[in-house]
């Protein structure tokens, strides 16, 4: 099993900045995918970044060239780094891994973080 806890969302006006974190804990031998994901009123969930333990970034388009995440292997960690905030990137943001429980097996299990609120003020 493996939990996720975020922090860091809040309220800020558009133009500001927000940084996000996830910390994993639980038992479980590799974090494969570490990710944000976002949901807003009346929306579907939307993969916002995510990062695969080898290192490659997917971003969506609507925060390329705003948003950057990083993580950390070794503390099994994933922040979010989100700069020129707009109204429109206000939602729950949802910390999202894909993860390897045993050596001796390539299933992998889906976790969530219980999410946390971004707010962008105009």
């Known amino acids: 099993q493996v939990q996720l806890v975020e922090s860091g969302g809040g309220l800020v006006q558009a133009g500001g900045s927000l940084r996000l974190s996830c910390a994993a804990s639980?038992?479980?031998?590799?974090?494969?995918?570490m990710g944000w994901y976002r949901q807003a009123p009346g929306k579907q969930r939307e993969r916002v970044a995510d990062?695969?333990?080898?290192?490659?970034?997917n971003y969506a388009d609507s925060v390329k060239g705003r948003f950057t995440i990083s993580r950390d292997n070794a503390k099994n960690t994933v922040d979010l780094q989100m700069n020129s905030l707009k109204p429109e990137d206000t939602a729950v943001y949802y910390c999202?891994?894909?993860?390897?429980?045993?050596?001796?097996?390539?299933?992998?299990?889906?976790?969530w973080g219980q999410g946390t609120q971004v707010t962008v003020s105009s």
């Open positions: 999202e891994t894909d993860a390897l429980l045993s050596s001796s097996s390539n299933i992998r299990f889906r976790y």
């Open positions: 990062m695969i333990i080898a290192g490659r970034i």
């Open positions: 639980g038992s479980f031998f590799a974090l494969n995918v």
